[in-house]
């Protein structure tokens, strides 16, 4: 049962990698133009992490997670989960750019990595738990 368990939350972990990658890589490089061209590199981050997290919904719930309940209440949490990370990521540039001077670029590289391991655990215990999590059940 447990090396069900653990074999299922390896690939869960990899497919949410793989969503993260594609998603984070495409919306950097991005971010790097935009502050590049003179945008503003909180509001850039907000204006894709907006974004970014929109189209993560459906690739984590689908792909990731298979998960089967209903997209209101999962939604919700999605939301809530990345409100706060979100709140993590702009306070993360608040502090190490704005106040200690660190270049916005490796600390919002370093940012997406901090976040991104948050949301998963968040994503799998909480937003689209497993049917039966916590009770033994094999699903």
Known sequence: MRNF????????LARYGL????????GYLVYLLLTYLGGDPKVTMTMLYIIGASIGYYGNRQ????H???????????????LIGYLI????LLIFVDKLGYPHQWI?????MIVAGFLF?????YVFPS????TGMRK
């Not at 990521?89 to 993360?92: E, I, K, M, W, Y």
Request: proline share 0%; no cysteine; glycine share 12%.
């Open 5 to 12: 368990a653990a074999r299922k939350s390896v690939g869960q």
């Open 68 to 82: 089967k309940g209903t997209m209101l209440k999962s939604g919700a949490k999605y939301f809530i989960a990345h």
């Open 108 to 112: 919002q590289a370093a940012a997406i």
């Open 63 to 66: 792909w990731t997670f298979a």
């Open 131 to 134: 049917v039966g999590y916590g």
């Open 121 to 125: 655990m968040v994503f799998k215990y």
């Open 89 to 92: 990521n702009l306070s993360t």
């Open 19 to 26: 969503v993260g990658i594609a998603s984070n890589i495409s």
